[in-house]
């Protein structure tokens, strides 16, 4: 047997949706014409693409989520080929998947999303939001086209283009004795408690700051979530070291914080969009990136990163 773009589809929709009954749905085709489909697409590579729980829906296995990832690549040129023997070789259209890192896709990422659909309203993005580790691995397993994150830890597979560089900053509860000052020194700080954002590499990368001043942090509170440790830090718990900057200095419990630039010397953190080496680049991913860069070329005028 030959395979054929259905079995490709239909592969590709019950890996997303979970569940062969689901994508027969979205796919207006009946359940079992898609679990035949993905049973002749495992036939034809001679592996295991997924694997079938009982009344529970369908997981994948590492292979599939490799051949998952070709197949999307598959389906989007299918798409650009089939939009350009109709004349419409110029519009974007299909589902974009992007990985953004927790702490800045809320302040970032909105306004992004909104700039992309009126510029390529057939364009969907699904976003994925997680800690760096997170996102990286789910853009080296191919379960993402394109990611927004700091350059930490990313391996010789992906390819990072810089889109802004963020310095750290200390933030303060707005009554503390430091609220007025231009500047602050980690030194002046060290003996009170540091609420720390405890998400895998930030937590790293932030107390290698006081290593290499040569001081220890006393942490009075962790938190993974960075809300939480404004509003920590707005209650007068402590203080904190953060990249990403908020708008506004309120915090969700009606609190209120300041940022002051540190007086020490820290290099400044590399926001990237990353992709991967080995997947050629669809129309969408290179129509999106030229959106991100734009969209933090013009934040970055405006003071706004």
């Known amino acids: 047997m030959t395979y054929t773009l259905r079995h490709v589809r239909y592969f590709a929709a019950a890996a997303e949706a979970g569940s062969v009954t689901a994508a027969a749905q979205a796919l207006h085709v009946s359940q079992p014409s898609v679990s035949t489909a993905i049973a002749e697409l495992e036939?034809?590579?001679?592996?295991?693409?997924?694997?079938?729980?009982?009344?529970?829906?369908?997981?994948?296995?590492?292979?599939?989520?490799?051949?998952?990832?070709?197949?999307?690549?598959?389906?989007?040129?299918?798409?650009?080929f089939e939009a350009h023997a109709r004349g419409q070789a110029e519009e974007i259209a299909g589902t974009l998947e992007l990985g953004c890192f927790v702490t800045f896709a809320p302040i970032y990422l909105p306004r992004l999303l909104a700039e992309a659909r009126a510029r390529h309203p057939a364009m969907a993005v699904r976003v994925r939001e997680g800690s760096l580790d997170a996102v990286r691995e789910?853009?080296?397993?191919?379960?993402?086209?394109?990611?927004?994150?700091?350059?930490?830890?990313?391996?010789?597979?992906?390819?990072?283009?810089?889109?802004?560089?963020?310095?750290?900053?200390?933030?303060?509860?707005?009554?503390?004795?430091?609220?007025?000052?231009?500047?602050?020194?980690?030194?002046?700080?060290?003996?009170?408690?540091?609420?720390?954002?405890?998400?895998?590499?930030?937590?790293?990368?932030?107390l290698s700051i006081f290593m290499a001043l040569g001081l220890e942090p006393r942490i009075g509170q962790r938190s993974s979530s960075y809300e939480m440790v404004r509003g920590l830090v707005a209650q007068g718990h402590g203080y904190t070291l953060l990249n990403t900057r908020p708008a506004t200095e309120a915090t969700y419990g009606g609190g209120r914080v300041v940022a002051k630039p540190l007086k020490d010397r820290v290099p400044k953190t590399r926001v990237v969009l990353a992709r991967l080496k080995r997947a050629l680049p669809t129309r969408m991913a290179e129509a999106f990136a030229a959106l991100a860069r734009a969209h933090f070329k013009a934040a970055r005028a405006t003071g706004g990163v």
Do not use: C, N, W
Request: glycine share 6%; proline share 5%.
């Open 43 to 80: 036939a034809e590579f001679g592996v295991q693409l997924l694997v079938r729980h009982h009344a529970q829906g369908i997981s994948l296995t590492p292979a599939g989520r490799r051949i998952l990832a070709e197949a999307r690549e598959l389906l989007d040129r299918a798409r650009a």
């Open 138 to 206: 789910a853009l080296e397993a191919g379960e993402t086209d394109l990611a927004i994150l700091y350059d930490m830890g990313l391996g010789q597979a992906v390819e990072t283009e810089e889109l802004a560089r963020l310095p750290t900053y200390a933030l303060l509860p707005a009554h503390h004795r430091l609220a007025k000052a231009e500047r602050v020194a980690l030194a002046e700080l060290a003996e009170e408690p540091l609420v720390l954002l405890d998400l895998p590499a930030s937590r790293e990368f932030f």
